[in-house]
């Protein structure tokens, strides 16, 4: 139901409550790439809020505004629309706002589409790989991260967000490559993807931050994740 300029407030709002709260650097994982104007707009609105960060386009599909609520089955036109904001909008390696994508959930793609999307990746150079793995209630059993070493695919520029559904391997996995994870406990233990492995991750050299997850229900500031975090661990 969001127009382009409902994303444009929510990029613009977001990055100034992020200055506002003491964040002054951010990984945008971007849900909302409905068209390029969208995609325009979003960026538009986090490079006018001022924040520093990584813009991740987002590869996987919205529900369609539809009387059915249809679901596109590929990402089709984002793989050549990301060309463009590479070329045209986020071509600055050094810029304030960089380029990076979160590709097709790995629950659900098959590996064919996980390969080439990575290639695409790597082709456009990416800053970040943002994905979700190990989503607790919602995993698949699969082992994503065990499978993108098997296919020989994982590397340090990957970040694997939430994770506490991850078998004690892929923690070694992440660390061996220096990739990263990214917590976000308040939202992980509201809507049961279990518990963070923020401290644990952490206490076994691996990189690991803390993350803001839909902050219209949640927290907007880390303050909040810190302590939600603590509780967690401690119980």
């Known amino acids: 139901f969001y127009t382009e300029d409902d994303a444009y407030l929510g990029n613009y709002m977001g990055g100034l409550d992020s200055i506002n709260s003491g964040i002054t650097t951010i990984v945008d994982h971007c849900h909302l790439c409905n068209s390029p104007e969208y995609v325009d707009r979003l ?52 810029g304030r706002i960089l380029f ?9 793609a098959p590996n064919e589409v996980v390969v080439d999307e990575l290639k695409m990746c790597r082709d456009l150079g990416a800053k970040v790989i943002s994905a979700h793995v190990g989503m607790g209630y919602y995993d698949s059993g699969r082992g994503n991260v065990d499978n993108l070493r098997k296919l020989g ?8 967000v939430h994770c506490s559904a991850l078998r004690p391997e892929e923690y070694e996995v992440i660390k061996q490559v220096g990739a990263g994870i990214a917590c976000t406990p308040e939202v992980d233990m509201q809507m049961a993807m279990g ?29 909040t994740q810190m302590r939600v975090i603590l509780a967690d661990q401690r119980a």
């Open 43 to 94: 960026i538009d609105g986090l490079d006018n809020s001022g924040i520093r960060g990584i813009w991740c386009y987002g590869w996987y599909c919205n529900p369609k505004y539809t009387p059915e609520f249809s679901l596109e089955q590929t990402p089709g036109w984002r793989y050549e629309d990301a060309k463009r904001i590479r070329r045209e909008r986020l071509s600055n390696d050094s």
């Open 100 to 108: 990076g994508v979160n590709p097709s959930e790995y629950d659900s």
């Open 153 to 160: 695919l994982i590397d340090s520029d990957m970040l694997f």
């Open 195 to 223: 518990h963070s492995p923020a401290l644990r991750s952490h206490k076994i050299g691996i990189r690991t931050g803390l993350g803001l997850d839909i902050t219209s229900n949640y927290a907007s500031e880390m303050f």
